[in-house]
């Protein structure tokens, strides 16, 4: 199959940038995601070059650790300003990168999720009982997570740096009201106030962002409903005692929210169901419908993948769960399915309860779906399954699912195998967040868990890691490990800039295990006894810029 190169691309995307379907933002920005046709690998041209980057060494040292022919800047760090009145939020995760214009890639907004924050360095909250802790405190809380808008652009010394008070810069926090994209309100109301937990994302067709809202539980807990008629308010999870505050309902969070970059508008789309979703990967068809494929990242929980009933139209459509047993996709449409109906009131609540709903039309549990990428040279759909400890799975892999319509990606069949299984001999645990360079080649980063790193089965892995997976020369295929993290952190939200140049990517909880401001387990990024700072990073140098003039 013929391969679209980078400017039909482009000319594609400034087809489709404008004329947008009712709901749809009116953004004239353009997404860079490549998303070219699937071509036979074997039909790539060979390239006698060495490649690029080496494989290097694990590392414990509180520092980014990058391989040779690689470096970075600090893009943004927590807290600072952005505005007048904004500052950069905690914990950044995903990152998209969204340029003005087609004819300025080096100027646009980039948009990063602040998952969730640790109280020591937020709220000066230390005490495991949260009924102590104030309004004003909690308030503080809020403003920590959400997500920033922030221009960037690269300067005449070739640094990518912000543009403070830029009008477009802001804030969504835990306190922004946005509302529900959906025709029935969702637990009487039509919008919630605040997005939060915000892990991974996509950027859709149109230029707008997809960012996730993972482990919701955390801030208002969940609605148990093991007695349907006596549901309740479980605070099991509720870790930060957000509640006795504010008695927000906890089904106004675990959506895919859609963000415009350039106004900050959003809105939460119900039709992809509630869960901790992790990411919302889009793919666009021949005639313009949208596949938006998205993880539930937890033990046991199911792979999803919504089906747009018209382009440009992210409300109505099919949503499906993966049977990887038998290679299907199962509907989760309330009118097909009469155990739904059995169970459930109507499709608003098989949205709402949908690690329910999708148990019972035969989801498989996978081991913690979390990111999703698809290869844009072979159309295959690779998901990261981080680990399933209790299962005895603790290294994870990458999963690779191929689509019996390669291209299109809206068959219901599918075919599932290891893509890359952790281990040792492939030198990396737990894979978490995923990107594909302008040149098809594989990076992620890894998620072995703070309390876990260098102990039991993850001592031969040291910090985390950024890995890549080469698509050419004689290193194709193998796992490449080109950047070790600082102390308790792990590298989230890799995102390319268009010519492939720089890679943004978020550098999440340093000093994490930290009891106290007096007994910190990383200073990174200031050194010295400074407090660790979530930051986010440019990294270029002649290697990637040698890979960027690679095979593709
Ligand atoms: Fe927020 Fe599943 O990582
Ligand atoms: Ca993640
Ligand atoms: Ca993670």
Redesign the pocket.
């Known amino acids: 199959m013929k391969k679209q190169n980078r400017r039909s691309f482009l000319q594609f995307l400034g087809r489709t940038g404008i004329g947008l379907g009712a709901g749809a933002f009116l953004v004239n920005l353009q997404a860079c995601t490549p998303t070219e046709k699937p071509q036979n690998p074997e039909t790539k041209p060979s390239d006698p070059r060495p490649f690029p980057l080496q494989d290097m060494q694990h590392s414990l040292e509180d520092k980014l650790v990058l391989t040779n022919g690689l470096e970075y800047d600090i893009l943004i760090k927590w807290d600072d300003p952005i505005s007048e009145k904004d500052k950069f939020g905690f914990n950044n ?1 995903y990152l998209a990168f969204v340029p003005f214009d087609k004819n300025t890639p080096n100027d646009g907004m980039l948009w990063v999720n602040h ?2 924050f640790q109280e020591i360095f937020i709220s000066g909250y230390n005490d495991k009982d949260k009924s102590k802790k104030t309004k004003e405190l909690v308030d503080i809380e809020m403003y920590s997570v959400g997500g920033s808008l922030v221009r960037i652009r690269k300067n005449d010394a070739g640094k990518w740096e912000v543009v403070h008070n830029d009008p477009h810069n802001k804030r969504l926090t835990a306190k922004t009201e946005i509302p529900f994209h959906w025709d029935e309100p969702i637990e009487g109301s039509t919008s919630a106030i605040g997005t939060f ?1 915000n ?2 994302g996509g950027v859709t067709p149109w230029g707008t962002i997809l960012t996730c809202e ?2 919701y539980d955390m801030f208002y807990g969940e609605t148990n409903r093991s007695d349907p008629k006596n549901p309740f308010r479980d605070l099991d999870g509720d870790y930060y005692g957000w509640s006795q505050h504010y008695d927000y309902p906890p089904e106004h969070y675990g959506w895919v929210v859609e963000v415009n970059p350039l106004t900050g508008e959003a809105k939460k789309l119900v039709a992809l169901g509630r869960c ?1 979703h ?1 990411c919302a990967t889009v793919h666009q068809t021949k005639d313009g419908r949208l596949v938006v494929y998205s993880g539930d ?1 937890s033990n046991d929980e199911c792979l999803y993948k919504f089906i747009s009933k018209e382009p440009e139209n992210l409300k109505e459509g099919t949503l499906y769960v993966a049977n990887t047993t038998k290679g299907e996709w199962v509907s989760l449409n309330y009118n097909e399915q009469k155990i739904l109906q059995d169970n459930f009131a109507n499709q608003t609540e098989v949205l709402i309860r949908l690690r329910e709903a999708a148990k019972l039309v035969g989801g498989t549990p996978l081991n ?1 779906p ?1 990111d999703i990428e698809i290869d844009p040279i072979t159309g295959h759909v690779l998901v990261a399954l ?1 680990n399933n400890k209790p299962k005895g799975d603790y290294l994870g892999e990458i999963l690779k699912i191929v689509e019996t319509d390669l291209e299109d990606k809206t068959s219901l069949t599918f075919e599932a195998s290891t893509f890359l299984a952790g281990g040792e001999d492939t030198g990396f645990a737990c894979p ?2 995923m990107a594909f360079d302008p040149k098809g080649n594989l990076w992620f980063t890894s ?1 072995i868990s703070g309390s876990s790193v260098n102990t039991g089965p993850y001592l031969p892995f040291g910090n985390n890691g950024l890995f890549m997976v080469p698509s050419w020369g004689e290193q194709k295929g193998k796992v490449i490990q080109v950047a070790s993290a600082p102390t308790d952190a792990e590298f ?1 939200g890799p995102f390319f800039a268009p010519d492939g140049e720089t890679l943004f990517l978020s550098v999440q909880h340093p000093g994490e295990r930290s009891k106290d401001l007096e007994n910190l387990t990383s200073h990174w990024p200031e050194g010295g006894s400074a407090q660790p700072k979530p930051s986010v990073v440019c990294i270029s140098g002649p290697a990637l810029s040698d890979l960027m003039k690679g095979a593709s």
Request: hydrophobic share 10%; charged share 50%; with cysteine.
């Open positions: 995760d998952e969730y937990a892990c991974s993972e482990n901790a992790e990242d913690r979390e981080t978490d967040n998620d989230t």
